[in-house]
T-cell receptor, first 114, second 115 residues
Framework: AQSVSQHNHHVILSEAASLELGCNYSYGGTVNLFWYVQYPGQHLQLLLK??????LVKGIKGFEAEFIKSKFSFNLRKPSVQWSDTAEYFCAVNARSNDYKLSFGAGTTVTVRA | GAVVSQHPSRVICKSGTSVKIECRSL??????MFWYRQFPKQSLMLMAT?????????EQGVEKDKFLINHASLTLSTLTVTSAHPEDSSFYIC???????????FGQGTRLTVV
């Protein structure tokens, strides 16, 4: 079964700072990778996803992520954060061989100070 | 695009009663539905996977007699929390997937409070 590790539990930064959230997964086969965001008191929203092709994926709200197969990583980045990016961020992975069950990382709380 | 609707969004029930949560795929056929549980400030934990027309597969540690899952049609799955207790209070989230597609789409979640 696959597992997902998010390195940062809580990140605090100021508006306009750059953000990078780490995500590593453990699985030997072909995977699909996702980043989700959950704003306070709200439901999950998909930020971006990677299935195949260009390893640099652009998502909504100015986010992007890079899949590095050799490092089993799928880090999320945003060049300049806004106060409205304050939220919980989840990395997730699934695989066809595991019936596409999504495994989630523990999540990273991002707090952006105005 | 693919829309998954979950109902109700919030429910409060008395201890010992049962609560049913519905998950509907509005514009596609959901051959597989997943049910998750999220405690405050924690990640989503998969509870069970249901394929249309067959029994749900539960993850280890999830009581199948307590969390009854039905997936009788290609657009509807239900989760019934039976004999609910305060420790069952949580955020329950469903997702739905069409056969052949790698992505599942999430419902808005149901916040269950058992008093």
């Amino acid at each position: 079964a696959q597992s997902v590790s998010q390195h940062n539990h809580h990140v605090i930064l100021s508006e306009a700072a750059s953000l990078e959230l780490g995500c590593n997964y453990s699985y030997g086969g072909t995977v699909n990778l996702f980043w989700y965001v959950q704003y306070p008191g709200q439901h999950l929203q998909l930020l971006l996803k990677y299935f195949s092709g260009d390893p640099l994926v652009k998502g909504i709200k100015g986010f992007e992520a890079e899949f590095i197969k050799s490092k089993f990583s799928f880090n999320l980045r945003k060049p300049s954060v806004q106060w409205s990016d304050t939220a919980e961020y989840f990395c997730a992975v699934n695989a066809r061989s595991n019936d596409y069950k999504l495994s989630f990382g523990a999540g990273t709380t991002v707090t952006v100070r105005a | 695009g693919a829309v998954v609707s979950q109902h109700p969004s919030r429910v409060i029930c008395k201890s010992g009663t049962s609560v049913k949560i519905e998950c509907r795929s509005l514009d596609f056929q959901a051959t597989t539905m997943f049910w998750y549980r999220q405690f405050p400030k924690q990640s989503l934990m998969l509870m069970a996977t249901s394929n249309e027309g067959s029994k749900a597969t539960y993850e280890q540690g999830v009581e199948k007699d307590k969390f009854l899952i039905n997936h009788a049609s290609l657009t509807l799955s239900t989760l019934t929390v039976t004999s609910a207790h305060p420790e069952d209070s949580s955020f329950y989230i469903c997702s739905a997937r069409h056969r052949g597609l790698p992505e599942a789409f999430f419902g808005q979640g149901t916040r269950l409070t058992v008093v």
